[in-house]
């Protein structure tokens, strides 16, 4: 409503109710001024009618539906006030009660009731805001239904103490009549009760507001000028002035700016949600005190309260404690929902949103704990920190979406590899920090089974992009005083940038003397081809799967820094290869391993490593030469592993480089099979003896799918006279799930891990080539 119409409001209101306080002086005599009263009266409550229907047929919805409910209830009253007129004014025979004009009369708080309670319900909120809220409104429309049953029944007794019984008895034993005079108090006292909860509780919409104070402050006229009117015709008034008609006139001017009143400016939600003021909780008790006190003074001092006076009582306090049952119950309720934020903010407190783990405060919270209970606690503890090598170009290449997706993959495939008793955090960014408690694998085996297990393509967008991780393992000295998880951490970064300056996709085990990166290609020129210091050969046996005996072993390369750290083979390999030196490093190993390898009589075969790019050189061919005839070993028990470091592009020429290898003697596999540059190309172009399925295709056996491929490859091997070893194998279950798709020979820890030589327990062991 603007200021013009607002003033224009006022001033209509201001000019009725002067005109209704000169017409009662009756200037121009009785007869007059009941004329220019009932004309008012009717005027008003048609002008509430017309202006109801204008604006009913402008809204949609509930604000159309109580409009129309008003439009029929005025309808009716101004029926019931033109009939009242015509036996006033017109008929001389006076008006009969009960008539027709109560009917149109007591039509208006029929329709009136149900206009405030679809009008207390329009409510615009958002699906979601309504359904979050549904259970609570129930409740709070049952506390107003509640309190508004309450009070109605308290102001019925006071009311019909004071005045109303007496006019029920006047009435004589027509019980029609008796009906009639008891429904205009009782209706005038429900929708006066309902109005004023509606407007003290506030539980309407806010941009309705206006409607609602408009509409209540009509009905309250209204029900004024009927309890005046109740009040003349108890105590036998024989005239009454037109003052006594004023509700009459203003109500339904009242009722028609509530139902031209346009909503007002939605609230923002911290003004929505007001709290409730004592007083309000108060409200509907203070009636019920004045009854209770009202009941003790009759029993006291008088005859005591008659039937109707008890009957409603004893309703009062059934209705009380039905309101205090409903309160327990949204007490409970509160708390509920109370518990619920609280643990929803605890969650949201300590674990990361986006992946669901456990988050840096969690994190550093368990690590605390864990390093303080170290002492006393059985097993290791482990702390691995992980981080994604060339993550940003993720990020450009498809967006930040893409990039959260990625993260979450990658944070689920984290969890699969460890226990359910193990932490994984995200520290933020692309940063994971895993903690292993109790009895675990050695540090190297976990990292390798989250390098494995990262290797595996992720689908991005319908795009497969390959992650590799950069790793740094900390083991803490249970003895070493003073240690936080700020420090443990703080290691483990090291750890990793270390890594990374070595070459990416590495893991670097933290050791207290370490002040900088080991330097691998340092070590080996100082040797001037010999063997550095620290470096050694573990060996890991193949094995037959029919009854577990070894057949072959193949060398790994291992390295101990000067400063005592051990470097992860993928680290110190990889910087060796970008040093220029992976040459020399394959002609270190295969002569280590030759030699090594003779101590067993007539012995096992050896499988020695060779990077793709070295096929086919002079060098390579010669270093084997070399290394076979300096150790008298039978070509036929080396076989050259070749690695993927590079893919290979000249299918034909390594095909010739491994042809001059066989001519040797030397069996060739390739090492890896269906893992990253490899194909089936590969097995119809490449002459190799054997085929080593990588453990990405091995350790996730499944009896369905998964093994069908395995079985399906194994097969197509066979047919190509390839024999076939199946890596990672790490327990019983996958060992026999191989052996079911067909496969002879498997290698992994369920046969033994890398150690020296001497350690396998193989010397002169007399073992099939």
Partial sequence: MTVRRYRVAIGLIVLLACLVVLNGFAFWGDTFAQWVDDALQLSTGLSAVVCGWIAARRVRGTQRWWRLLIVFGMAGWSVGQFIWSWYQLVDDRGLPSPSMADVGYLTFPVFAIAALVVLARSKERPHSERRQLSQWTAHFGMTVVLDGLVVTGSMFVLIWTAALGQLVHSTGPDALAWA??????????????????????????????????????????????????????????????????????LGPLFIAYAVLASPGRR???????????????????????????????????????????????????????????????????????????????????????????????????????????????????????VDLDDFKEVNDRFGHAGGDLLLHEVGQRLLGCVRSTDTVARLGGDEFA??????????????????????????????????????????????????????????????????????????????????????????????????????????????????????????????????????????????????????????????????????????????????????????????????????????????????????????????????????LGVRVALDDFGAGYSSLTWLHSLPVDLIKLDRALTTGIQPARDAALCRSLVGLCADLELAVVAEGIETAEQAELITRAGCTMAQGYRFGRPAPLSDLGLSGAVLPG
């Fill in 434 to 663: 895993i903690l292993l408690e109790g009895e675990v694998d050695a540090p190297e085996a976990v990292a390798e089974r989250i390098r494995g297990a990262l290797r595996r393509p992720f689908a991005v967008h319908g795009t497969l992009v390959a992650v590799r991780a950069s790793m740094g393992l900390v083991v803490p000295d249970p003895g070493e005083p003073l240690i936080t998880s700020d420090v443990l951490l703080g290691r483990a970064d090291t750890s990793m940038y270390a890594g990374k300056r070595l070459g990416k996709d590495t893991t670097v085990v933290y050791r207290p003397s370490s002040d900088g990166p080991p330097d691998f290609p340092a070590a080996m020129r100082q040797a001037r081809g010999g063997t550095p210091a620290g470096f050694t050969l573990a060996f890991q046996p193949i094995v037959l799967l029919a009854d577990e005996a070894p057949v072959a072993v193949e060398a790994l390369a291992r390295w101990t820094a000067p400063d005592g750290t051990e470097v992860a083979p993928d680290t110190f390999v990889r910087a060796a290869e970008a040093a220029g030196l992976g040459a020399e490093l394959d002609a270190l190993v295969l002569d280590l391993a030759c030699r090594e390898i003779t101590a067993l009589e007539p012995g096992l075969s050896v499988h020695v490593n060779v990077g793709a790019s070295r096929l086919g050189t002079a060098s390579l061919e010669q270093s084997i030469r070399d290394a076979l005839h300096r150790y008298r070993l039978p070509a036929y028990r080396l076989v050259v592993e070749i690695t993927e470091t590079v893919p290979i592009l000249d299918l034909t020429s390594a095909a010739e480089a491994i042809w001059r290898l066989r001519a």
């Fill in 180 to 249: 009639v005079a008891i429904s205009y108090p009782l209706s005038d006292l429900v929708l006066v009760v309902m109005a004023v909860l509606l407007v003290v509780f506030d539980r309407v919409d806010r941009p309705y507001r206006a409607n609602l104070l408009l509409l209540a402050a009509g009905i309250v006229a209204l029900a004024c000028s009927d309890a005046v009117f109740a009040y003349l015709v108890s105590i036998g008034a024989q005239s009454m002035k037109p003052w006594s008609d004023a509700g009459f006139v």
């Fill in 267 to 385: 609230r923002d939600e911290e003004e929505d949600e007001a709290g409730v003021d004592w007083w309000q909780v108060a409200l509907p008790y203070l009636p019920v005190t004045a009854v209770a006190l009202l009941i003790t003074g009759q029993l006291v001092f008088g005859d005591g309260p008659d039937d109707v006076e008890v009957y409603v009582g004893l309703l009062i306090v059934f209705l009380v404690l039905a309101r205090q049952l409903l309160s327990l119950l949204d007490n409970r309720l509160l708390l509920v929902r109370v518990y619920e934020g609280q643990r929803q903010l605890a969650h949201q407190a300590f674990h990361d949103p986006l992946t669901g783990l456990a988050n840096r405060a969690l994190f550093a919270d368990r690590l605390d704990r864990a390093v303080a209970e170290q002492p006393r606690a059985e097993g290791a503890l482990v702390l691995i920190f």
